[in-house]
């Protein structure tokens, strides 16, 4: 069966400082991998997305990157953390355009101070 | 792109009763999910239905897309039903889900 693990699960950075959060998918090969935030509040926004190694789409211009090293793994970076970038972010994998469901990681929650 | 509207936005209910949340949205879809955020943060899936019905043990869920719409069933409701309930979808072509603000569920003894 197919897992994902995300990476760490409670993170607090200063302002100014580098971010990296991993996300690994398990069980599947080529799975489209997704990155989305979670604010104060209940919506969901997707940040990046991608259907491929290297291949990365952003959706929200901002002050984060994305990198797919490899398959199954989907990394999410910053080279200096504001305060407006804490918030809960998720991975997710799902599958091709014609779709089924979505399964997600159990987050990481980030505090920016 | 697509805009999705859920209702209610809160809710409140008697362990034991039944619910229907709704998920309406403005344009065709051939992707949508319904999704349960436990009290954790955890976001689970329940339901990929783009069109027709389903059902998982006391959840349901139906949608009408040619009238743009979905529901989620909750029947004899339970305190592990509290949380936060979500609709996403994806249009034709696009690989992302829009997700809903959610149905925000607290389920009482």
């Known amino acids: 069966s197919q897992t994902i693990h995300q990476w760490p699960a409670t993170l607090v950075q200063p302002v100014g400082s580098p971010l990296s959060l991993e996300c690994t998918v398990e069980g599947t090969s080529n799975p489209n991998l997704y990155w989305y935030r979670q604010a104060a509040g209940r919506g969901l926004q997707l940040l990046f997305y991608?259907?491929?190694?290297?291949?990365i789409s952003s959706e929200v211009p901002q002050n984060l990157s994305a990198s797919r090293p490899q398959d199954r793994q989907f990394i999410l970076s910053s080279k200096k953390l504001l305060l407006s970038d804490s918030g809960f972010y998720l991975c997710?994998?799902?599958?091709?355009?014609?779709?089924?469901?979505?399964?997600f990681g159990s987050g990481t929650r980030l505090t920016v101070v | 792109g697509i805009q999705v509207e859920q209702s209610p936005p809160d809710l409140i209910l008697q362990e034991g009763a039944n619910s229907t949340l709704r998920c309406n949205f403005s344009?065709?879809?051939?992707?949508l999910q319904w999704f349960h955020q436990n009290p954790w943060g955890q976001l689970i899936n329940l339901f990929y239905i783009p069109s027709g019905t389903k059902q998982n043990g006391r959840l349901s869920a139906t949608t009408v897309a040619t009238e743009r719409y979905s529901l989620l069933y909750i029947s004899s409701s339970q305190t592990t039903d509290s949380g936060v309930y979500f609709c996403?979808?994806?249009?034709?072509?696009?690989?992302?889900?829009?997700f809903g603000k959610g149905t925000k569920l607290s389920v009482i003894p």
């Open positions: 344009d065709s879809v051939n992707n």
């Open positions: 996403a979808v994806g249009g034709a072509g696009s690989y992302q889900l829009t």
């Open positions: 997710a994998w799902g599958g091709t355009i014609s779709g089924y469901g979505y399964t």
């Open positions: 991608s259907v491929g190694i290297g291949q």
